[in-house]
């Protein structure tokens, strides 16, 4: 038993609310981290915590064989008795990684809270969530929520603007401790989704960008023409032309839709880290999650209440850029403006 990863779950299971009694369901697939496995469980039940493992099946499909860059149906999808099981517990403990929007939301509805780690134990111990995190996060998350537009420049040449009000939030700090609360642990960062058509604008995907699922950092500067909501043009070189064929393949128009946008907000986390694990190891939410980073995405909008259901879905964590909202300046060449932390 790693001892120093039992201690680091003790510490997050009590800090989502974790009390004596409580039915904790652990969803298991075979791609689950063992030590997650053994030191989260055993975290669990000395919490006095009645313990539940799910292990279910794999998924059939995967995108190139990665199983932390998959969204669509899993072996969950239609197992009744398994969505039963988490609905009637007091949390679910997801090391699996359920397809969001779909069971999920029927899972939180019931009350049931859910967080989700797919980062290995190193990462997961390295960026712990504290109670700063939250507090960070929830104020980040106030402002965000009032912001009717948002504008993003950069000194490669973005220049985007787009509306607000339309769909929810989605405010991370890497702890479910409220009812039917999903998070992913870890993570600290704020986004909300566009109102629909109201984006547009040129981003630039500077060097240093790192586009996930593809866990690299772009090398060739990418220009994305965004028209009404949806990306019209991607140019460039090399990691355009990847781009572009990567999104081409799902055939799907609703794919090139500008997804949720927001900011990074873990100072324990870096930019340089993605490029230290195997792409297998590790879910890039360090990436995700870097202080001060423009984190623009493309794709669905189920999470944020919206009705876009594709599997083409990009997070692309941006260095260097200036973002404000409602003319309030909240990043300034990618650091976060003092004014914006006092909110
Ligand atoms: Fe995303």
Redo the contacts with the bound molecule.
């Keep these: 038993m790693n001892v120093k990863l039992l201690t680091a779950w003790q510490q997050v299971l009590q800090s989502c609310k974790v009390k004596q009694g409580e039915s904790l369901v652990f969803l298991l697939a075979e791609h689950s981290h063992p030590e997650h496995v053994e030191a989260s469980r055993a975290a669990a039940s000395t919490l006095g915590a009645r313990v539940l493992s799910l292990q279910l099946g794999e998924t059939t499909m995967r995108a190139a064989g990665e199983t932390t860059a998959y969204i669509g149906p899993t072996s969950l999808t239609g197992n009744l008795p398994a969505v039963a099981a988490m609905k009637s517990a007091d949390m679910v403990i997801d090391l699996m990684g359920i397809d969001r929007g779909t069971e999920q939301q029927e899972i939180l509805d019931a009350g049931t809270r859910i967080l989700l780690v797919k980062e290995p134990p190193e990462i997961f111990m390295r960026l712990l969530p504290t109670p700063e995190d939250k507090r960070r996060a929830l104020a980040a998350a106030e402002m965000l929520k009032k912001a009717r537009s948002m504008h993003v420049t950069s000194e490669a040449g973005t220049d985007f603007k787009v509306e607000f009000g339309q769909y929810g939030m989605l405010v991370q700090y890497g702890l479910a401790d409220e009812p039917g609360r999903w998070d992913h642990c870890p993570s600290t960062f704020v986004a909300t989704w566009p109102t629909e058509r109201t984006s547009n604008g040129i981003v630039v995907l500077d060097r240093g960008t790192t586009i996930l699922p593809f866990k690299e950092y772009v090398h060739t500067p990418i220009t994305l023409t965004i028209e009404g909501g949806y990306i019209r043009k991607i140019e460039g070189e090399f990691d355009a032309q990847y781009l572009r064929d990567y999104m081409a393949k799902f055939e799907d128009p609703e794919g090139y839709a500008v997804?949720?946008l927001g900011w990074g907000l873990q100072k324990k986390a870096h930019w340089t880290a993605l490029g230290m694990y195997d792409k297998r190891q590790t879910n890039a939410m360090e990436a995700r999650s870097f202080y001060g980073n423009f984190m623009f995405?493309t794709g669905p909008n189920l999470e944020g209440g919206g009705t876009r259901n594709t599997p083409c879905?990009l997070?692309i964590p941006m260095r260097g850029c200036s973002m404000s909202l409602d003319g309030q300046p909240i990043l300034d060449h990618e650091k976060i403006v003092p004014e914006a932390m006092r909110a």
């Design positions: 997804s949720h995405s879905h997070d």
